[in-house]
């Protein structure tokens, strides 16, 4: 299987060879605060399967062993690295693929620091586009 994606502005591409190890939904407040977003989706592959085609990212200390990687001119989060809890591997971001419905989620993780309003996210009223205006 080979994914392709990139940055929100273009600058950055990539592209990976071969299968994910799994593909999973964070809560963890860390992604929360480094995205802005209640959950990020991570499919970890082999540090090796990954290919930058284009552009460098920028790169974040964002803990003690944890790198995020990221683009400069737009900000979108790409890839994460910690070589000590996970050698070898390397998160990214399945919503920068070109299709990111081509790997699936397959779990939920550090379900511990999920926001209490996530777990019944799913009910809300859905709309194509936005709510009707009042």
């Known amino acids: 299987m080979a994914i392709e994606g990139g940055c929100h502005c273009g600058a950055i591409r990539y592209r990976i060879e ?35 085609t284009r552009g460098t990212p920028k790169i974040y200390k964002s803990s003690e062993q944890g790198r995020r990687h990221f683009c400069a001119e737009c900000s979108t989060g790409l890839f994460y690295f910690n070589d000590q809890m996970l050698p070898g591997i390397v998160d990214v971001q399945s919503a920068t693929y070109d299709d990111p419905n081509a790997v699936p989620p397959q779990a939920h993780i550090q379900v511990a620091e999920r926001l209490g309003w996530m777990e019944s996210a799913h ?10 205006q009042s």
């Open 18 to 52: 071969g299968d994910p190890i799994v593909h999973a939904l964070c809560h963890c407040s860390d992604c929360r605060r480094s995205s802005g977003a209640p959950m990020v989706g991570w499919t970890m592959y082999p540090a090796a399967a990954l290919k930058v």
């Open 123 to 132: 009910k809300l009223p859905t709309f194509d586009r936005y709510p009707p």
